[in-house]
């Protein structure tokens, strides 16, 4: 799958008032506040928010999205007590090993996005197993960025630049959003058209800050456990009533649909 929007510059009109998203993004926010609502441990709601990620693959799949991105754990969590990022760490070791086949018989690519090398190697072995087997599956790819931050992704990208340029593969002058594109996290897939953030808060927290130059925004004020299918679709059917303009006009944007 590969993306007909320029990596830099506003992207083309290929995403219409009326269309749904090729790729949507979602920022998975609240899962802690839904357990203490409940007097439950915070574990419990991750647990609850991990039965929420399979609910909204299944219905991005049914709704023909062909990307769905999400912020599993960012560059910041690990700011977080000890035992909670443990608990998270195993949880995500048991969900790849529960889910992924799964995933690959309804024809599902996986992929993750971010430093892996802080994670432990069965982890890191997971999900390179996860990836090898999903690779050929092509009905929707469901990236998952874990240890991820947007400055990092950009940080990362420009430092290969900077290689090229000591190696004397690049010109300094030669650097530019065009020439560090390709070396952005899911360079290859079409750009991210909506972020959904649950939980309430407005704002994208380091996440895909190149990616989502052009993006439409989301916020909802459900915790992610409670964000459901219909949620998911009330979300797409607010996407599909916008206007993406890219820096034109409404009038320009119309012309160049044909209306």
């Not at 999205?65 to 443990?86: I, K, M, Q, Y």
Request: glycine fraction near 8%; hydrophobic fraction near 40%; include cysteine.
């Amino acid at each position: 799958m590969s993306s007909d929007q320029p990596r830099s510059s506003a992207p083309d009109i290929d995403s219409h008032q009326g269309e749904l998203p090729r790729h949507v993004a979602i920022i998975m926010d609240g899962n802690n506040r839904w357990a203490r609502k409940r007097g439950l441990p915070g574990e419990e709601g991750h647990r609850a928010g991990e039965q929420a990620v399979q609910t909204i693959i299944r219905q991005a799949a049914t709704r023909g999205v062909e990307v769905l991105t999400l912020f599993a754990f960012s560059s910041e969590n690990w700011r977080r007590p000890p035992e909670e990022v443990a608990h998270l760490m195993a949880l995500f070791l048991k969900a790849l090993g529960g889910r992924v086949e799964e995933l690959h018989s309804k024809g599902v690519s996986i992929r993750f996005i971010g430093d892996r090398s802080a994670f432990s190697d069965e982890l890191q072995a997971g999900m390179t197993e996860a990836e090898a087997l999903t690779a050929n599956n092509s009905r929707m790819t469901v990236v998952i960025a874990v240890n991820y931050g947007g400055q990092w992704d950009i940080a990362n990208a420009a430092r290969r630049l900077a290689e090229q340029v000591a190696a004397g593969e690049l010109r300094p002058d030669q650097v530019s959003a065009e020439s560090l594109a390709p070396h952005i996290a899911m360079a290859d897939l079409p750009l991210p058209d909506l972020l959904i953030r649950t939980g309430g808060d407005q704002r994208i927290s380091n996440f895909l800050l190149w990616q989502m130059a052009y993006s439409e925004f989301c916020f909802s004020p459900l915790l992610w456990p409670d964000f459901g299918a219909e949620a998911f679709d009330d979300a797409l059917q607010d996407y599909a009533g916008r206007q993406r303009r890219f820096g034109r006009s409404g009038e320009e944007v119309a012309s160049l649909k044909g209306e």
